[in-house]
């Protein structure tokens, strides 16, 4: 399977045209066809479907597609380590991180580093833990913020010294509006927006301490803006972390929960992982930086 009719087969399945795709390729559209032709007999299934309304992937190609986009992101990767292995301090870091006001310390570590550094640049990629620890066992990242527990034969990390603060965003006109805090009794019932994340139920009953008969999911979010959206839509209340939504003059407010229930994180990469300079130059700094944190 040759890197660059994946290319092909990823420019197609993105413009969802071959015309559109041959002109972004500076390939005439016949050479385009019979190349992903080629690439469907090579693996023996169907991967696009063409139709008056344009084209779309079969299943099998939209598993492609997935692992298409993950091999290109690596080769990309690898390129991009190779050509910045001069002496000279240059080229991409990769960090992936669920969403957290523990960010900031991964900006200042970055900050620090900018003045001295102009070559080296970031790629932050937004994810649940367990995608971010799939994506560093891929090698697509080169260290992740996390706030699951993680094998540490597999993984080495750094404890994060800032806390986040689980509460409940909703709109000011919602009934639990009025409270300085809300008590997890309070929920039973409840339309709730959260997280994403595998048995719902069980995970948010053992968290806030609600039988599971008696939790309501009205929706669910991968990134706490959209979880947000549906809150100011008045769908229910949205538990989340503090910080992330700014709520200061608008129909939304943030309430604790009580009893007080905090989120730590964890700074991970895998051991014996031999990193580009720029990402070596930065887990230096950045253990510095959390050394001297609160100094």
Known sequence: MDIRVLRYFLAVAREQSYSIAAERLFLSQPTLSRQLKELEEELGK???IRSNKGVTLTEEGM??????EEIVELLEKAEQEVKN??????GKVYIGAGETYAIKLIADTARHLQADNPGISYSLYSADGTDVLERLDRGLIDFGMIFQPYDST????????LKDTFGVLMRQDMPLADKDVINLSDLKGQPLIVPR???????????????????NIAAEYNLVYNGS?????????CLCLDK?????????????????IEAECTFVWKRYTVFTKAA????SQFKQDIDNFGN
């Open 280 to 283: 070596s130059l930065f887990l």
């Open 46 to 48: 169907t991967l696009l």
């Open 197 to 215: 994340q595998q048995n719902h139920n069980t995970q948010l009953s053992q968290r806030i301490g609600i039988a599971e008969e008696d939790i």
């Open 229 to 237: 959206v549906m809150a100011a839509e008045g769908m229910g209340y």
């Open 63 to 68: 598993i492609l597609r997935k692992r298409a």
């Open 244 to 260: 992330l939504i700014n709520t200061k003059g608008g129909n939304m407010c943030f309430k604790p929960i009580e009893p007080k």
């Open 154 to 161: 597999k993984y080495e990390g750094i404890k994060i010294p």
């Open 85 to 90: 292995s001069s002496d000279s301090i240059s």
